[in-house]
């Protein structure tokens, strides 16, 4: 954790007063009341393709959802190329994976983290038929049964351009946030990961538009 924080991959801890931390703080607001008539417990954090900043921004949101007293759980949900254990400085295992397969009970698989009110449930260990899995009974089962532990649940997931993996998992969350990089994604690209969230009929409650 403190790696993460001197390289300022946590900004929200480096420099919380920065200009930067207060666009998290925004940001965690219009979740909050993004919708009068539904809360928003469980939120996917996606993107249409890799490196646009998902992780990174999930990461200082989480700090900021703990540093306001709601009990937070970071899932690393990207199960081909996870990221979450990295910028928190934890163990990848047991995660997510061991979850999925049966090796393990959820609540053996999440660890605090260095910010009181902060869990994370790392990825895992790697597995087969990883979109199939998330999109199953027993996903399901555990993020309901989280709903009654947490405040608030964030998921980073994998790139919707990529894989089924983010598109399926969506369908279960109460909201989805897209992540676009500024002058990385075409117009067009971002458009069609919205279409694939529209046929799960996710809901997209908000589009960070990253390195504007």
Known sequence: MLDAIRKHKLAALANPDSSRVEMFRMLRTHIQFADANQDHQIVAVTSA??????????????????????RTLAIDANLRRPALH????????PGLGEVLTGQCAVEQAIQPTMVAHLHLL????????????????RMLEALEGLRSRYDCVLIDTSCMLEVTDS????AFCDG????VRSGKVRKR???????????VRAKVIGVVLNRA
């Open 49 to 70: 393709k890799p490196k646009e900043g998902k992780s990174t921004l999930l990461g200082n949101l989480a700090v900021m959802f703990a540093l306001s007293g709601k």
């Open 86 to 93: 990295r910028l928190f400085s934890l163990a990848n295992h």
């Open 122 to 137: 790392a990825a895992g260990s790697p597995i087969s038929s990883p979109a199939e899995r998330l999109g199953s009974e």
């Open 167 to 170: 598109q399926l998992l969506s």
């Open 176 to 179: 989805v946030v897209m992540v």
């Open 189 to 199: 690209e971002a458009l069609q990961a919205m279409d694939k969230l529209d046929r």
